[in-house]
């Protein structure tokens, strides 16, 4: 059975940093796009960032670009999502998601949540003013 394991969300005051850790089993995770997103209490789900299957493309959230960076170890199973400067904005329940390498993954079809195959079951992350 596929699981996504998200972890590294906390409490941290606003212009603090965290790192949020994805790790997969029962999967190829060379064979998956590995993505991010996030929901705040009574708003929609977002997309925050992603990664294709080989680290070789990345696509953020413009909102979020320049503040949150995505990375992966393939050896590892692990995907992460280092965030700075955070803002209470900020604030919401992270998930982590793959999608297949057969999908067609570019800027914008990282951005639709339909897109994805598996999702992890979430970390919260609270930024503090």
């Known amino acids: 059975q596929v699981r996504l394991v998200d972890s590294g969300g906390g409490l941290v005051q606003a212009g603090g940093s965290l790192r949020l850790s994805c790790t997969a089993s029962a999967l190829t995770f060379n064979n998956y796009h590995m993505g991010w997103f996030r929901q705040a209490p009574g708003k929609e789900r977002e997309f925050v960032a992603g990664?294709?299957?080989?680290?070789?493309?990345?696509y953020y959230s413009d909102s979020l670009k320049g503040r949150f960076t995505v990375s992966r170890d393939n050896a590892k199973n692990t995907a992460y999502l280092q965030m700075n400067s955070l803002k209470p904005g900020d604030t919401a329940v992270y998930y982590c998601?793959?999608?297949?390498?057969?999908?067609?993954?570019?800027?914008?079809?990282?951005?639709?949540?339909?897109?994805?195959?598996?999702w992890g079951q979430g970390t919260q992350v609270t930024v503090s003013s």
């Open positions: 998601t793959a999608a297949a390498r057969s999908r067609l993954y570019s800027n914008s079809t990282a951005y639709t949540a339909g897109n994805y195959d598996f």
């Open positions: 990664i294709s299957w080989s680290g070789t493309y990345t």
